[in-house]
């Protein structure tokens, strides 16, 4: 059990270091995916993981692989199209979906495209699904950063996001926070888009974020409780998706990934709100 379970993380300082980003990952990351799936905007979400890449392209083609670079042309690229999307929807006939999927469209494009004028196909699969294994102290100091920022953030607002979640109409009734509220939840859901483009890149940063909050939907309706079931399975899937990475040889971010989405297929199955639980009840229902 020590060999399989402890080993890796005690021996080499890589695993280490993908443990600890992942972690703090999962702490930034999920929390915002429940409000995110919450105000039904889990494409959204996705669209604005693909929006960060051509940001992040112009930084590695000036600057190579560096991580200060790449994370601010992404961070100034996700606001880009989050505001270049809302616009189009405020001030046009076309719905914030379909405007989030037109830029998204564009954008991953255009990543693609830049990263190919420089670099090669191991430079572009480093951008699109991440090198957790390679995370050095600069990068855990940027994750840390920015879910010291989230934590903070969700603090001093949750009451409001948790309304706007619930009736975003009352809210704006009874209070200004309506929409600076709005923006700055989407702020959050690009600057941890962002931090996790640092470890499982543009196309897979998204799934750590819905699929643990997703997963969570299953177990529970209160808010609160869903974030920490979240975090919860967002960290039991960061450590079996490592794991399975280092005995199994594999991708390590893909690994966490599916982890998440075993995670999320339990829950459908197993969970109090999930797909069994919901047929037994109606059978009870039917022969009482």
Known sequence: MYDFFVAPFVEFSFMQRALAGSLMLSLSSCPVGVFLMLRRMSLAGDAMAHAI???????????????????VGGLIAGVVVAMGAGAVSRFTVQKEDASMAAFYLISLALGVMIVSLRGSSVDLMHVLFGTVLALNDEALRLIASIAGVTLLTLAVFWRALVAECLDPLFLRSVSRLGTPV??????????????GFQALGT????????????AARFWTNRVWTMCLLALAIGIASCIAGLLMSYHAALPSGPAIILSAGAAYLFSIVAGPRGALRARIRHHRHRTA
């Open 203 to 214: 196309l897979l940063s998204v799934g750590l974020m819905m699929l643990p909050a997703a």
């Open 53 to 71: 890449l051509p940001g992040a392209a112009v930084g590695f083609l000036l600057y190579g692989l560096e991580i200060i670079p790449m994370t």
């Open 182 to 195: 709005h923006f700055i939840f989407l702020g959050l859901v690009v600057l941890n888009l962002v931090g």
